[in-house]
């Protein structure tokens, strides 16, 4: 088992940045994805961006060129680093680990078996 603890979200305003950090343990595989979701309030849950363990990393479209996935060298702590926030970006924000190697997947919270407990991410207009 995968035990993920996120950090570092916040109240920010419209514009402005934060970056979340997931502190991961367990990752037992050398092959796997490390993703991070977000769900609003009477949303799905839906994926923002992955980074796989060679680095190959991931957006989805609403998020490509505001956000940066990343992980320290030791792939022990993952980050998102998230700019030009908009109000619409508003959710909490989960980081999840699947040890799949398909990444047309991605996108689907249930290829994913390990998740944090979640992080609020709240952006004012």
């Known amino acids: 088992e995968v035990h993920l603890v996120e950090s570092g979200g916040g109240l920010v305003q419209a514009g402005g940045s934060l970056t979340l950090s997931c502190a991961a343990s367990?990752?037992?595989?050398?092959?796997?994805?490390i993703g991070w979701f977000r769900q609003a309030p009477g949303k799905e849950r839906e994926g923002v961006s992955w980074?796989?363990?060679?680095?190959?990393?991931y957006y989805a479209d609403s998020v490509k060129g505001r956000f940066t996935i990343s992980s320290d060298n030791a792939q022990i702590t993952f980050y998102l680093q998230m700019n030009s926030l908009k109000p619409e970006d508003t959710a909490v924000y989960y980081c999840?680990?699947?040890?799949?190697?398909?990444?047309?997947?991605?996108?689907?919270?249930?290829?994913?078996?390990?998740w944090g407990q979640g992080t609020q991410v709240t952006v004012s207009s």
């Open positions: 980074i796989n363990s060679d680095g190959t990393t």
């Open positions: 999840a680990a699947s040890y799949g190697t398909d990444s047309h997947f991605l996108g689907n919270p249930e290829y994913f078996h390990d």
């Open positions: 367990g990752l037992t595989f050398d092959e796997y994805f």
